[in-house]
Structure formats: C-alpha cells, structure tokens
C-alpha cells in the first residue's frame, strides 16, 4: 500500500508515547513532554532511549539512534518504510477506504464521512494572524528539525485525496501556549480561578495567546490531533468583545494547507479521553471509574469548570448552532451529561434536546445520554432573560456581573 503525503504526515504526528507504548516499550517517568525508555535497539540497561513529545520525535542517547515515529516503527520492528506506515495505520486504526469516483480517500475510521459542516463559519476580518508565518508555513513539514532519519524515496500518491481528514502540526499548539491571553489574565483578576489553577487549565486544554492577545481555544480529538484552533478576544473583566468575531485557525492557515483540506471540528477538551479509552481527571490522576463527560456551550466555563469539577471531564462545544449528532458520537462509550445554556423562552434547551434525541437514533450510547435541567429550574426569569451559562449561575453574587 502506498499513501499520500498527507496520510503520512497524518501518520508522523502519532504520538510518540503511544506509538512506543504499542511497540511494548516501558515508558518511564511521569512528564507531559518527556519520557525515556530502555533502548530496544541495543543492549540497554539505563533507558538512554528519550521520547520528545512536543517534538514527537525519539532520540537514544547511547546508541545515538533517533528519528520521527515511523523511523521508531522501522527501527524497532525492521520493518520497511511502507510495512511500518502499514504497521500504524493498523495499530492506530487509520483506515483507508476507497470512495466512488477516480480517487481515494482517506478516512481516520471512527468519524463517518460528512460536509465541511453547514455551521456558520465566523468571518475572518482582517486579524492579524495568530501564529507566526513562519510557523504556518511550518505545518506540512516534519514534526521535528531532528536528523530524521530519510523516509526514503517512497512515491508520494501524485494527487491529494478529495476528502481527506486533515489536521494541524502539533507544535502549532505546543508553541502558542501561554498564560498570558487576556482571557487567562481576567479569568484570575476576575476570581474565577486562582492563578495555579488557571496554569494548570492552561497546561491541560493547552490554551494559546495570538499575537494580538486573543487567546487560542484548541480542538483536539481524542488521538491528540489537531482539528482547528478558534481565536477569541475577551475584556478585563472575562466577558467576550462582542463587535469582534472569533477567528480559526485553519483559516487563518489556508494558504499554506493542501488542496483537499477538510476540517472536521471536534469537541474542545476531546483530546482528554486518553486513547485507552480512561479519562483524565484534572489532578492528573487516571480516572478509576468510567467518566463523566460533561458539555457545556462556551469554552471559558469547560476551563473554569474543570478546576472547580475535576471529577468531570469538561468539554465546550463552542457555540449554540454548533452542538451536532456527529460531534457526540465519540462519547458513545462515556456518561454524558449536557448544561444547555439558558434564555426566556428555553429555545437553548429544546434545541439541545433534539440533538440529543438525534444522537441517539444515530449511534448506540452505551449510557443514557443526559440533559441537565439545572438551570431551566433553578434559574429566575432574570437570569433567563440574561441568558446566562452555569459559570454564571454557580458564580453570581461572587464576581461584579454586568
Ligand atoms: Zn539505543
């Protein structure tokens, strides 16, 4: 099987932990950027051998081996460039279905085939973009400056595929993280969140800074690939500029991503179902029961929620027009529980609702998938009129609320 450049690229942004940990390797230590492991290369007796994840490359620093994730695969299994392609794609279910038509495509399996969504995309007026040129233009190369070992001359599939499933190079995440956005600053002067909590969220939903200090809301999936990031710009005192829209980053992109690109959103905070299928509670603890998925409308109260609730994992669908079917079907396996936002009339709720009802009849959810009524009861006519979210409800009374 030969694959397209994009499908290989898709393959070099693997993760480094899971790839080695699917190879059988012994991951020591405990950190989010590196893990080191007895070299299976030689005869290793010190793990010399360290994973680099921002980088998501493998360096041993006894035999002096290293490479991206496909090289790990050829070097630890002598297998050929295509035969270790071949070896992922299975490992890490990419499969590959042929479609009608002349071309193929190439489907990460567990998402089904749709449009580029019929959502609203936000227009994008002419903000500066958020990360650097140089970093944009550095998304289709390889994940890492390492004397990468040559993926050999492989013939590269002469047209790119028409849908394919495309993501963003990781380290456009790693390098835009900062606490400094003015969301992260008013989150705290606010009294949201004390200021180790709002690091530590940082740490987790890896939120970014622009560089006009919008702070960057990543969406990555559950196999830790970035879908898009969406740029928002907030006031000192954590409520949105209302006159100014939120900008994406893969538009921001579009220039330098490959013909065919097809984005497919996801759930903010997906990428915290870790890939065996256990969450991650927010203390950085595996969850020992089954967890509880919660979903709310706006990314600043997944953030702010998860460190009040770390029993929970919170994720932000991003809007109200944005909840879909297909957007919760990777939580088929997971307790999930929806707050709809409220508003006088209950719109929110019903709408919320129907999606639910939708997702159902789609997809087999091994729990009953909830809706949370708490604020449709619990809220005066006031608040409804406000429309206001839980980070307000759980909050009033303890912040200025305009
Ligand atoms: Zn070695």
Redesign the pocket.
């Known amino acids: 099987m030969t694959y397209d450049t994009v499908t290989i690229q898709r393959l070099r942004a693997l993760p480094v932990f899971s790839v080695a940990s699917h190879l059988g390797m012994t991951l020591y230590g405990t950190g989010h950027t590196c893990r080191r492991c007895l070299?299976p290369?030689?005869d290793?007796h010190h793990p010399?051998?360290h994973l680099n994840a921002p980088r998501n490359i493998f360096k041993?620093f006894?035999?002096g081996?290293g490479g991206d994730v496909i090289s790990l695969v050829m070097q630890v299994r002598s297998l050929s460039f295509p035969d270790a392609c071949e070896w992922l794609v299975r490992e890490f279910c990419v499969s590959v279905t042929p479609s009608e038509g002349s071309g193929k495509r190439y489907v990460v399996s567990g998402y089904p085939q749709q449009s580029t969504c019929g959502e609203p995309v936000e227009s994008t007026c002419g903000e500066p973009a958020c990360p650097e040129p140089a970093e944009r233009a550095g998304w289709v190369e390889p994940t890492c400056g390492e004397p990468v070992e040559s993926t050999c001359g492989e013939p590269a599939c002469p047209e790119p595929a028409e849908s394919i499933e495309s993501t963003l190079n990781v380290q456009l995440v790693t390098k835009s993280m900062s606490v400094k956005s003015e969301f992260c600053k008013s989150v705290v002067s606010c009294g949201y969140l004390t200021e180790q909590q709002l690091q530590h969220a940082v740490q987790r939903y890896r939120l970014g800074k622009s560089r006009d200090g919008g702070v960057v809301f990543w969406q990555i999936d559950e196999r830790q690939q970035v879908r898009t990031g969406k740029v928002m710009y907030y006031l000192p005192d954590c409520h949105r500029i209302k006159t100014r829209n939120p900008t994406w980053v893969h538009t921001l992109l579009k220039n330098s991503l490959p013909k065919g690109f097809t984005l497919h959103r996801c759930l903010f905070g997906q990428h915290l179902l870790m890939s065996d299928g256990r969450g991650e509670r927010s203390d950085g603890r595996s969850m020992n029961r089954e967890p509880v998925i919660c979903i709310v409308e706006s990314e600043k109260t997944a953030v702010i929620c998860s460190e009040h609730f770390p029993d929970c994992i919170w994720m932000a669908c991003g809007g109200l027009q944005m909840l879909s079917a297909p957007m919760l079907q990777p939580l088929t396996p997971y307790k999930v529980v929806i707050f709809p936002d409220t508003d006088p009339q209950g719109d929110t709720f019903r709408r919320w609702t129907a999606v639910c009802q939708d997702a159902r009849k789609q997809y087999h959810f091994r729990y009953p998938l909830r809706i949370s009524s708490i604020l449709e009861l619990h809220t005066t006519a006031e608040q409804k009129q406000r429309k206001i979210d839980l980070i307000d409800f759980l909050f009033e009374g303890h912040t200025d609320s305009s």
Do not use: A
């Open positions: 070299c290369l030689h290793d010399s051998l041993c006894s035999c081996k």
